[in-house]
């Protein structure tokens, strides 16, 4: 199937201190809010790396789906994984493997000719898994979420070009790995780390838990031609730096 990684969502307790760090390490303003979150008791923002992006969400209120996370995993940190799909059959075939898992919808919607469909977290290892139809499919251009395609302009890809990965720990990442290859019809390979399911633009891996916040979404690579200003801007912020990763948001960004 072709399966393009378009988004990563991470929540924080607050959102303008992230997104500020995120611009100050990467160069990567802002290019849209959705006021339709507001509806769930968040706010949001998004930027740009090339032509993928990074969302942070923060709660507005108590009882939050998001609120809950933030307390599960101890803090700020990744949340969602967004894949795009070139058409709604492909869209179909996930949802029917999904079915066929015993994987629950936690929430879809139509989008004019597309449609969102996120799988439920408790059932895809904590870690929301989205797999969007957007008509017409423009993997490097037309992004709803982002507001369609006004997000452009803000692109900067001196500091940063490129989500290269994601990755997920897990007490169980052979048995987590399986079953999203069998949503998404994918084959596994095998790396030292542990699986690693492929797509058309990326690589998602599924290793052991390495720290006491349980399973979830704990790292992206991200091409970085910038990786020197990049770094240097993270320990003005004081967050957990050396030459080859940064720790924002919660989340291990390694520099690729």
């Not at 890809?157 to 290859?181: C, G, M, N, T």
């Amino acid at each position: 199937m072709d399966l393009y990684l378009r988004q990563i969502a991470l929540v924080a307790n607050k959102l303008e201190p992230a997104m500020q760090q995120l611009d100050d390490i990467f160069g990567t303003p802002v290019c849209f809010r959705d006021d339709g979150v507001a509806k769930f008791g968040l706010e949001n923002a998004l930027a740009a790396i090339g032509s993928q992006f990074i969302e942070v969400v923060a709660p507005t209120k108590k009882g939050t789906a998001a609120g809950r996370y933030l307390e599960r995993r101890k803090g700020d940190g990744g949340y969602m994984i967004i894949l795009q799909c070139p058409d709604r059959a492909t869209q179909n075939a996930c949802e029917e493997n999904a079915a066929a898992e015993n994987i629950r919808i936690a929430w879809q919607r139509d989008e004019g000719e597309g449609r969102i469909m996120q799988l439920h977290p408790a059932d895809t290892g904590g870690t929301f898994f989205e797999i969007d139809h957007v008509h017409p499919f423009e993997p490097e251009g037309l992004w709803p979420p982002a507001g369609g395609n006004g997000w452009q302009s803000k692109i900067n890809i001196s500091l940063a070009s490129e989500i290269y990965a994601a990755e997920i720990q897990s007490p169980h990442p052979k048995k987590l790995a399986k079953r999203w290859a069998a949503i998404t019809g994918a084959t596994l390979t095998d790396s030292l780390t542990g699986p690693v399911l492929p797509l058309d633009n990326a690589v998602i891996r599924f290793v052991k838990v390495k720290d006491n916040r349980g399973e979830g979404l704990s790292a992206i690579d991200i091409k970085a031609p910038g990786r020197a200003k990049a770094v240097f801007a993270a320990h003005n912020h004081q967050l957990e730096t050396n030459r080859d990763h940064i720790i924002w948001c919660g989340l291990r960004i390694n520099l690729v």
